[in-house]
């Protein structure tokens, strides 16, 4: 269906780019499958929330979660929407280098109230109305911060300045964060990489999860096939699926 249609105007996926790009193997078609990915969330997120927060997250590090953060910002972006991105992995941070940005400055800022630069400033150069909070400083207590009232705070402020906010953060089976900023969000999505994660890891991350009573808006299959040395043949991304996740049905699995 999305081979059909050409791309109307450049975007960071297509050629004509700027050099902001995201990720090198992003097209036409796995922008697509992002379209499909936003038009789903409507489906099930809550009805009646002025903007929703949406963490994503995964079992272990290298499924995808931080792409998906970006590339899911991005099409809400490109639809008219105000989008604040945030990067919440206070340990390994990575959305300032993958938009080509400058990290020092960002979240952390914010936490701890130090140095506080206008919104404008996490302006993309790619849309407008597309926001980037990188890390900033790494702090010694990343739980904690994440989960803290002054990151609800923060939360709470930017939700009246945007229509939606996506927090990219660490995976769930190797730290507490996804769980420690539930009370602040609307919902988790979890990314899950296909060839990649073991089962046993996926079925740990949803008991996790389940668990820990966090709201699950859904889950995202990276199609990659994962070679265990590069990624190079991995021309585009092959497909993203996305389903309503019933955290009833796969505990009881
Ligand atoms: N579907 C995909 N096809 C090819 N490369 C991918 C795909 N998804 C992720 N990658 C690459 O895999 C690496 C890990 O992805 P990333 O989004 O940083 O994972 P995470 O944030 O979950 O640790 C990155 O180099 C990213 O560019
Ligand atoms: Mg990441």
Same mark, same amino acid.
């Given at each position: 269906?999305?081979?059909?249609? +050409?791309?109307?105007?450049?975007?960071?996926?297509?050629?004509?780019?700027?050099?902001?790009?995201?990720? +090198?193997?992003?097209?036409?078609?796995?922008?697509?499958?992002?379209?499909?990915?936003?038009?789903?969330?409507?489906?099930?997120?809550?009805?009646?929330?002025?903007?929703?927060?949406?963490?994503?997250?995964?079992?272990?590090?290298?499924?995808?979660?931080?792409?998906?953060?970006?590339?899911?910002?991005?099409?809400?972006?490109?639809?008219? +929407?105000?989008?604040?991105?945030?990067?919440?992995?206070?340990?390994?941070?990575?959305?300032?280098?993958?938009?080509?940005?400058?990290?020092?400055?960002?979240?952390?800022?914010?936490?701890?109230?130090?140095?506080?630069?206008?919104?404008?400033?996490?302006?993309?150069?790619?849309?407008?109305?597309?926001?980037?909070?990188?890390?900033?400083?790494?702090?010694?207590?990343?739980?904690?911060?994440?989960?803290?009232?002054?990151?609800?705070?923060?939360? +709470?402020?930017?939700?009246?300045?945007?229509?939606?906010?996506?927090?990219?953060?660490?995976?769930?089976?190797?730290?507490?964060?996804?769980?420690?900023?539930?009370?602040?969000?609307?919902?988790?999505?979890?990314?899950?990489?296909?060839?990649?994660?073991?089962?046993?890891?996926?079925?740990?991350?949803?008991?996790?999860?389940?668990?820990?009573?966090?709201?699950?808006?859904?889950?995202?299959?990276?199609?990659?096939?994962?070679?265990?040395?590069?990624?190079?043949?991995?021309?585009?991304?092959?497909?993203?699926?996305?389903?309503?996740?019933?955290?009833?049905?796969?505990?009881?699995?």
């Amino acid at each position: 269906m999305g081979f059909l249609k +050409k791309s109307r105007k450049p975007t960071p996926f297509s050629s004509g780019a700027p050099k902001t790009v995201l990720h +090198k193997n992003l097209d036409f078609t796995s922008t697509e499958q992002y379209k499909v990915l936003r038009t789903n969330l409507r489906f099930t997120l809550p009805e009646g929330v002025k903007c929703p927060i949406i963490g994503i997250t995964s079992s272990m590090r290298g499924e995808g979660k931080s792409t998906t953060a970006v590339n899911l910002s991005y099409v809400l972006a490109e639809s008219g +929407k105000k989008v604040l991105l945030i990067d919440g992995d206070l340990r390994i941070p990575s959305i300032a280098k993958k938009m080509e940005i400058s990290g020092d400055y960002g979240l952390t800022n914010y936490l701890m109230k130090t140095e506080i630069r206008p919104l404008d400033s996490l302006r993309s150069s790619v849309i407008d109305n597309w926001y980037i909070m990188p890390s900033g400083e790494l702090p010694p207590d990343p739980s904690e911060l994440i989960g803290s009232r002054r990151m609800g705070a923060l939360l +709470k402020t930017m939700s009246e300045e945007f229509d939606y906010i996506i927090v990219d953060l660490p995976p769930v089976n190797i730290v507490t964060d996804a769980m420690a900023i539930s009370e602040h969000i609307t919902g988790l999505v979890v990314v899950v990489r296909e060839g990649y994660t073991e089962k046993g890891e996926v079925e740990r991350c949803f008991r996790q999860l389940k668990l820990s009573n966090v709201k699950v808006l859904g889950c995202v299959i990276n199609g990659a096939t994962h070679d265990g040395a590069s990624y190079g043949k991995y021309k585009k991304y092959k497909y993203y699926k996305y389903y309503k996740y019933s955290s009833e049905e796969t505990a009881s699995k």
